[in-house]
């Protein structure tokens, strides 16, 4: 709908008829509306344009960029009765109206039917009337994660419809090409502590060592989700997603105060955290207390215990989210089948890329990162200490290397990305070793394959059945 607003202010229009806007509709978004379970593409589009044009009259129109846009006389009026239109449509084609509700338990067995070690489960609610919560996760999804990078994004977002109104939650991670994957999602009623616990006890029960105390959950601080984690996977790592606290910061106490909480998370050292926190708190005393009270092993760099692999915020899981969008206009049935669709066209995508990576032994992404490290190693002066370490000088600063006993660099890089950075990389140089043996096992083709050697299984969900509950 904000996409449509985003247009009011286009001049250049097109007028054309409804059905020649339908038929446009469905050349540009095969798939979208055609697979719609029960209703044909023609009946759905006639019975959305028949009920706009009916109800409300008017016309469509195209934008400058493009889009359709459907206008009437009364500007403020238009967004709605287009919206309302749509609303009903998507209901009939099984979006969400009492006859789809009645046919999730028909698209769970189909799913289990198709996907035996899969995890599907669902929940009315107690009055046993309507929809409460589903789970989902694809064996497939759940059995690739020990091959994908110890790191998993929580989030939810809410659907964006208005008629059934629901809540997607997503557990997400990525491979070693940098690729999102979705790993389990649940469709819930609202967004609160006890349908968080629902879905992070289906999620544990379905992916095995994702409760780990290597797996590093990351999320915002809202909605119960904090407390759920800490009680369904005690021992893990959750750590807060900084834009979101910058956010917080900005609100509570202005614009300058979020200058330095900017400083303050990329903090390398203990010692330079105290400094910029003490400078908070002689700037903004309140501030200053605000931020001391969250412990930095939840969001400063140097205190996080566990690799985030660049990421310092939950973008990890809102781009799925964006990616997801379409899909958010449905009821919870439609929403149920077309992210199921959505993961496994994914998961194809990625099988077919890892068929081609026979030979190399880093994934693309990797390698593309090694070869920018190792570009900057070569611009580096090595200053060697002793055997094992060097202070490495570059135009960003120095920066203490030690390889034994453990590797590390006061850049933190090795120990955020695992995969060696430029000045361990310039180091191991002059002492003639090489730094491959330093990549995390996640990065190599080989676990990329193995991450999505399994494909999934499509499901049918035409003409289901209706439950007699
Ligand atoms: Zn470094």
């Not at 990078?149 to 629901?166: E, I, M, T, W």
């Amino acid at each position: 709908m904000d996409d449509e607003n985003n247009s009011m202010d286009d001049s250049q229009e097109e007028e054309i008829g409804a059905e020649e806007l339908w038929r446009r509709h469905v050349q540009s978004n095969s798939g979208a509306l055609q697979n719609l379970a029960g209703v044909s593409p023609e009946a759905g589009g006639k019975l959305y344009i028949i009920h706009v044009h009916f109800e409300f009259g008017g016309n469509w129109t195209r934008r400058r960029h493009g889009r359709y846009q459907f206008l009437l006389p009364n500007m403020h009026r238009k967004y709605k009765s287009a919206w309302h239109g749509r609303e009903i449509v998507l209901s009939h084609m099984g979006g969400g109206d009492a006859k789809s509700f009645q046919s999730i338990p028909a698209v769970c067995a189909r799913l289990k039917a198709v996907d035996p070690n899969g995890h599907v489960d669902w929940e009315p609610q107690p009055d046993n009337r309507a929809f409460r919560r589903m789970f989902v996760c694809p064996s497939a999804s759940g059995r690739s994660f020990p091959y994908m990078r110890p790191q998993v994004g929580l989030d939810a977002c809410h659907s964006k419809n208005q008629r059934y109104p629901s809540f997607i939650m997503l557990a997400t991670c990525l491979d070693g090409n940098n690729n999102i994957s979705i790993i389990a999602y649940a469709i819930v009623d609202r967004e609160n502590e006890e349908n968080w616990v629902w879905f992070l006890i289906h999620l544990r029960g379905a992916v095995a060592g994702i409760d780990s105390p290597k797996i590093q959950y990351v999320s915002d601080r809202c909605k119960g989700i904090i407390n759920a984690v800490r009680n369904i996977f005690p021992g893990a790592s959750h750590v807060h997603c900084t834009i979101h606290l910058q956010r917080n910061v900005k609100q509570r106490f202005g614009t300058e105060m979020e200058k330095f909480f900017k400083v303050l998370y990329r903090c390398k050292t203990e010692e330079r955290y105290k400094h910029v926190l003490e400078a908070i708190r002689e700037k903004n005393p309140e501030c200053g207390q605000y931020l001391s009270n969250i412990s930095p092993a939840l969001y400063v760099m140097y205190a996080v215990h566990r690799p985030r692999f660049g990421h310092t915020t939950s973008n990890i899981v809102e781009i799925a989210n964006s990616a997801i969008l379409p899909i958010r206009s449905y009821g919870p049935l439609r929403m149920c089948i077309e992210l199921y669709l959505y993961m496994m066209e994914q998961k194809a995508k990625q099988h077919r890329l890892s068929l081609t990576l026979n030979e190399e032994r880093l994934t693309p992404y990797a390698a593309r990162y090694m070869a920018t490290q190792e570009e900057d190693a070569g611009r580096m002066r090595v200053r060697i200490a002793y055997l094992n370490e060097a202070l490495v000088q570059s135009s960003t600063g120095d920066f203490v290397v030690t390889l034994l006993p453990e590797c590390k660099s006061t850049c933190l890089v090795f120990k955020d990305m695992c995969l060696p950075c430029s000045h361990i990389i310039a180091f191991e140089r002059e002492m003639r070793l090489s730094s491959e043996r330093h990549v995390g096992v996640m990065w190599t083709s080989a676990a990329f394959r193995i991450a999505h050697l399994e494909t999934f299984h499509p499901v049918d969900t035409s003409n289901l059945p209706i439950s007699a509950s």
